[in-house]
């Protein structure tokens, strides 16, 4: 398969790129609902419109009323997401949620995704248990009782938390905290009796939460899959929200780099555009060349997952660790690039950095997944 | 099974049966390479055998034309055939300046007899090609340069030198830029083709640090160029010349590699790997080795089909150089003091220190990285006076 778009695909990018750059544009949407303090950072009128163009059921079977499309047109949104750093709840929704929720019984699917479909359910991924991506540990433990299962336990930085009508919790049903079996995947209703939450608003202006199970008591048809089988699909779940993030990742670079470059070319000092300096375009031209490597391992890692191959983690992984990487250059170059005015908040290239600074934490950073690739790779 | 998969079990089937075992592996260095030509001696019996079935069949060339010599495979096919050789670890039958850079400059600029005469002895292995492009006074700044070809109606009569033409003295032709109009700067050049034995051709072989000679000076004395052997118009060799270096940079950036080449990771850890600074290090670099290699094979998907941007393999010289220093460098690092070794069994002769060495001019050779970031600013990025 060529590592290019096809034309559906493609034609899929530029009814994107349009509709993210008119409603999901930064003034519209982050600066909107950073200013007025909207306690879900986002606007559920955006979610309504990413239903309506059927967005939001991207990752969703055919069967199930979705598209029954892949991580490859999951990505197109995201770059578009991180382009404009639009606020929204896709990620967690739409492509972290989605994907345990293609692994869950009928009644399951039945009780979430037509909210999904239309638009008016949020939901979010309860994984991690400290301030670092660590999927590999969890602590979080799910007790047999009654007919179904009592949850206790701590779940840190869940990314929409707070505006989630259901929370998929990652939990162990058996085994110790780091054993790699023994995880049980649940669908935690928002209103379920002991589960509490303390809302963060993170430097990007994004809502994380933590989040308290204090003996959660759940029937036996909230569990998604198998009971103590769950890696498995806890696996596709990160490796969806990891690659998902390294398509927005790519977004948020080819944002910051476009304003930079755009930049250089108004910018007059010492009677030149500073463009013109070779100090500045020969960074530029390095940061063009990284961020074109980023996203040929981003549509490697897409594919890869798609067709089910068996290279795919490793991949998603050099996805991960290479977007992050470029990501971080282009924001860095681009506030330093725009001098004493990069650093203001009214020009946006400040909150393209902010933006790259919490996508490159989710889903494990950089060293994260540059150690996983050596691990994978036997050393 | 579709059309594709069809050709996939036939490459696989025809390649286990003709690949010799030897030839599934890389070569060693530029020494251990299958150059073809009047004067080269093959290493081994495999190597002969691989190069010749290879051409029996157009494999030498596999997307040039039938006519031509290759097997007119369609870019699809082409990927098919590298991911099968890279799933084997087969080694190219044959490499050459003719099949990286004028092939293709002749594919696109060459007259119909030009192409039926040189590409089929390019795919054969009979020619083998080096390029007269520097000069003394002419590297980055190529178009300055000053060998010059006075018109003596059916032929030129060229006199000049060249500097840093690899394997001169091993080359059995040579495409070279001449000026025939000193006068215009651009439009002044032309693109001669010219037999390496003609009377007042001489070379000199110039000692690299690695310790080898690989390449020259070569100088042009009164030598007799028939007019039939330029490609492209008169005076408008520059554009041969810059078509060429295209080509010239997708090869030296290394795309199309394997990831099991391109990734020292876990070879270095064959020697210990005690230092955990020095694997993370060596983490961090196959991060960047197998996002190249991806790099690499989007870079010829979208440049078979014309999506990639043309100013693209300057992007892919730059970026494929620089991590292959940065590649030998964990090497040595990862080698500790056995890498040292220059001259001994054991080492191969001091392939690792030779090889480390030798790729320092791959920044260097086919346009430096100052000039490949010159090139993107000035035609991906459109920045202001570059
Ligand atoms: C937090 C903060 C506090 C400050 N406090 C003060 C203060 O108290 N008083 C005061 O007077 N000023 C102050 N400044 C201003 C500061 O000195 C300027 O921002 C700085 O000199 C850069 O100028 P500029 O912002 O106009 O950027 P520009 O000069 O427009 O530079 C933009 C980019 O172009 C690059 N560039 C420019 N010229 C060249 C060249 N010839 N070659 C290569 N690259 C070039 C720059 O390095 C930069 O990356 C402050 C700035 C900040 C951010
Ligand atoms: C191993 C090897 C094999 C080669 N084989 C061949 C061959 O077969 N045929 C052939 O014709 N040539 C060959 N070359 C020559 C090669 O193409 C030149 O060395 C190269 O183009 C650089 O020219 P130069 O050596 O004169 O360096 P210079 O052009 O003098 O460059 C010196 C330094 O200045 C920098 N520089 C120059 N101009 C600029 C600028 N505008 N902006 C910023 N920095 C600049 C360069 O990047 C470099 O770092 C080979 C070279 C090597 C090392």
Request: contains cysteine; negative net charge; charged residues 25%.
């Amino acid at each position: 398969m060529p590592l290019y778009h096809t034309e559906d695909q493609a034609m899929l990018a530029d009814t994107a790129r349009q509709f993210m750059a008119d409603e999901g544009n930064i003034a519209k949407q982050l600066r909107h609902y950073r200013d007025i303090n909207c306690k879900d950072g986002f606007g559920h009128g955006l979610w309504k419109q990413f239903a309506e163009l059927g967005f939001t059921g991207i990752l969703v079977a055919e069967a199930d009323g979705g598209l029954g499309m892949g991580h490859v047109e999951a990505g197109i949104v995201l770059e578009e997401v991180g382009r404009n750093l639009t606020p929204s709840p896709f990620l967690t929704s739409s492509v972290m949620a989605a994907t345990a929720l293609g692994q869950a019984s009928d009644e399951l699917k039945g009780r979430y995704l037509p909210g999904l479909l239309a638009g008016d359910s949020v939901f979010a991924v309860a994984i991690d248990e400290g301030p670092k991506h660590r999927p590999e540990r969890i602590a979080c433990r799910a007790e047999r009782a009654g007919n179904g299962f009592r949850l206790s336990g701590a779940k840190s930085f869940v990314v929409q938390g707070g505006s989630a009508d259901m929370l998929v919790v990652a939990a162990r049903t058996a085994g110790s905290d780091e054993d790699d079996a023994g995880i049980t995947l649940f669908a935690v209703p928002k209103d379920a009796a002991g589960l509490s939450l303390e809302n963060a608003r993170l430097v990007d202006s994004s809502q994380a939460a933590h989040v308290k199970l204090d003996g959660v008591q759940l029937d036996a048809d909230a569990v998604i899959g198998e009971v103590d089988g769950g890696r498995d699909v806890l696996n596709r779940v990160i490796r969806a929200g990891r690659v998902g993030a390294a398509a927005e990742s790519v977004g948020v670079a080819q944002g910051s780099f476009d304003m930079t470059t755009t930049y250089l070319k108004q910018r007059k000092q010492f009677g030149k555009l500073i463009g013109e300096f070779q100090a500045l375009q020969h960074r530029a031209a390095h940061l063009y060349s990284e961020l074109e490597i980023a996203r040929a391992t981003v549509i490697k890692a897409q594919q890869l997952l798609d067709t089910g191959s068996e290279k795919a983690d490793l991949m998603v992984s050099v996805a991960k660790a290479k977007a992050g990487k470029a990501a971080g250059l282009a924001v860095k170059e681009g506030v330093q690039m725009h001098g004493g005015i990069g650093m203001t908040d009214e020009y946006d290239i400040g909150l393209y950095m902010k933006r790259d600074r919490a996508l490159a934490e989710f889903m494990g950073d950089l060293y994260y997944h540059a150690d996983r690739v050596a691990k994978l790779s036997g050393y | 099974m579709s059309d594709l998969d069809a050709f996939r079990a036939e490459i696989r089937a025809w390649l286990e049966e003709n690949c010799p075992a030897e030839m599934r592996e890389p070569a060693r260095d530029e020494d251990d390479v299958c150059w073809g030509g009047r004067n080269f001696k093959f290493k081994n019996e495999a190597q002969k055998l691989w190069m010749e079935r290879c051409a029996a069949k157009g494999y030498t060339v596999p997307e040039w034309p039938k006519p031509y010599g290759g097997a007119g495979l369609d870019p699809a096919q082409a990927k098919v055939w590298r991911e099968e050789m890279n799933r084997i670890g087969a080694r190219p039958p044959l490499s050459s300046f003719g099949i990286w850079m004028l092939g293709p400059a002749l594919l696109k600029f060459g007259t119909e007899e030009q192409k039926v005469h040189y590409l089929n002895q390019i795919a054969r292995g009979e020619i083998r090609w080096c390029q007269g492009y520097s000069e003394p006074g002419s590297g980055s700044d190529l178009v300055s340069l000053q060998t010059f070809g006075e018109d003596k109606g059916d032929h030129w009569v060229v006199n000049g030198s060249k500097i840093w033409t690899s394997y001169a003295n091993k080359a059995d032709w040579i495409f070279c830029l001449v000026r025939t109009d000193k006068a215009n700067k651009y439009q002044g050049i032309s693109f001669l083709l010219f037999d390496m034995t003609s009377p007042g051709v001489s070379t000199k072989p110039i000692l690299l640090i690695s310790g080898n000679s690989p390449f020259c000076e070569t100088f042009f004395d009164n030598v007799t160029v028939p007019k039939h052997q330029i490609v492209g118009e008169l005076n408008r060799g520059w554009d041969v010349a810059k078509y060429l270096l295209g080509h010239e940079r997708e090869m030296i950036s290394g795309a199309g590699g394997n990831d099991r080449l391109n990734t020292i990771g876990a070879f270095a850890k064959r020697n210990g790997l005690e230092d955990p600074i020095l694997r993370a290090e060596l983490a961090m670099f196959d991060v960047d080795a197998l996002a190249f290699t991806a790099m690499g094979e989007k870079f010829l998907d979208e440049i078979k089909v014309g999506k990639a941007h043309p100013a693209q393999p300057n992007m892919m010289k730059y970026a494929g150089t620089e991590i292959n220093k940065r590649r030998h460098e964990l090497l040595m690092a990862a080698g500790g003091s056995a890498a040292l070794e220059w001259e001994s069994e054991s080492s191969n002769g001091g392939s690792k220190a030779r090889n480390w060495l030798r790729t320092k001019a791959n920044s260097i050779e086919g346009g430096t990285s100052e000039v490949m970031l010159n090139v993107i600013s000035k035609r991906i990025l459109d920045l202001p006076g570059a």
